[in-house]
Structures are given as structure tokens and as C-alpha cells.
């Protein structure tokens, strides 16, 4: 891994909460929910802060121990969801394991570790389409009513658009 970290923050929508920070990557169309600790590693990646100075900042901001291996961690992550300027990830052998850091620090510190969390979004395209009918036809079979008016079939029926009830017949 390079010594001196870079956050990518070209093509991205950040959003800062109380112990997290949500970011929308345009270019994947992927949101990343990155905890207190990935947050802080990420917001201090200037360019210009080695590991180990990443590391004392955290022990500053969070008033806890924090080691390199931590910082690692959430270094091999943002580069894993493309929120570093360039690819930093480790070879296959000298990869972190989330379990073994664990076992090295404990299971408290275990709440610590920097996590992030991403979900696909659909594209813009795709965003506004549906499968739901009464988008295309408020009136049709199976939509929400108020009155036998707001039907096409002039059946509302507890609350739903039923079938056009036909004349009983005569015989």
C-alpha cells in the first residue's frame, strides 16, 4: 500500500450524519454507508498524512487506541468500493482479515473497526419505471378507491377498484 492515502471525491454526493457519513458514487450508481471510523480515515486521506499519522488521528478524535492495522483496514475497504484516488489494495497475501484483527484486538474493539455498507441504486433510467399498474392507470382492476366514480369497472369495492359487475341474468 501507498504511504500517503487519497480520498476520492470527484463524481461522489456526500452527505454528513451525527456518526456516519452517506455517500452516493455517480459514477456506479452505488450508496455507501461508511461508519464513525471508516468516515474519519476517508475525511483524512489528503494525500499528504501517512498509516501512522492516520492512526493518531483517530486516537485524537475518538479518544481510544487505534493501530496502523485498523487504519489498514478501512484503507483496503475505501479502495474496495472505489473511495480512493487510486487502487491501494494489498496483495492477496498481505490482505487484513477482519476475524483475525479481531482476535488480535479483542471482541470490543470489534465495534470499532471501520465497516462500510453499499447498496446498488437503480440508474436514473430505471429509477422512474414500475411494475406497478395503477401507476400507468390509477382507475384500473386492483387500484385504490374512494367511490365507484374512481373505477373503471364503477366497482369500488372496500377500497379497491374490483371487475365491472355484470346484471344478474333473467331467466
Keep these: 500500500m501507498r504511504d500517503f492515502p487519497s480520498a476520492r471525491t470527484k463524481d461522489l454526493i456526500i452527505e454528513e450524519l451525527a456518526d456516519e457519513v452517506l455517500v452516493y458514487d455517480l459514477s456506479t450508481d452505488k450508496a455507501h454507508c461508511l461508519n464513525r471510523m471508516s468516515a474519519l480515515i476517508w475525511k483524512n486521506c489528503d494525500g499528504a498524512t ?18 496502523t492495522q485498523v487504519v489498514k483496514l478501512g484503507l483496503e475497504e475505501l479502495a474496495g468500493h472505489g473511495l480512493l484516488q487510486e487502487d491501494m489494495g494489498a496483495s492477496p497475501g498481505e490482505r487484513l482479515s477482519r476475524r483475525r484483527l479481531i482476535q488480535n484486538l479483542g471482541l470490543s474493539a470489534a465495534m470499532a473497526l471501520p465497516l462500510i455498507m453499499s447498496i446498488s441504486a437503480p440508474a436514473a433510467a430505471g429509477a422512474g419505471s414500475t411494475t406497478n399498474p395503477c401507476v400507468a392507470n390509477p382507475r384500473g382492476f386492483g387500484c385504490p378507491c374512494i367511490s365507484d366514480a374512481d373505477c373503471d369497472s364503477g366497482n369500488c ?9 355484470r346484471p344478474a341474468r333473467t331467466r
Excluded at 486516537?59 to 493501530?67: A, I, K
Excluded at 369495492?157 to 359487475?165: A, F, I, Q, W
Design 50 to 67: 501517512t498509516e501512522s499519522e492516520l492512526a493518531a488521528i483517530l486516537q485524537c478524535e475518538l479518544e481510544t487506541p487505534t493501530s
Design 157 to 165: 369495492n372496500v377500497g379497491v377498484c374490483g371487475p365491472e359487475l
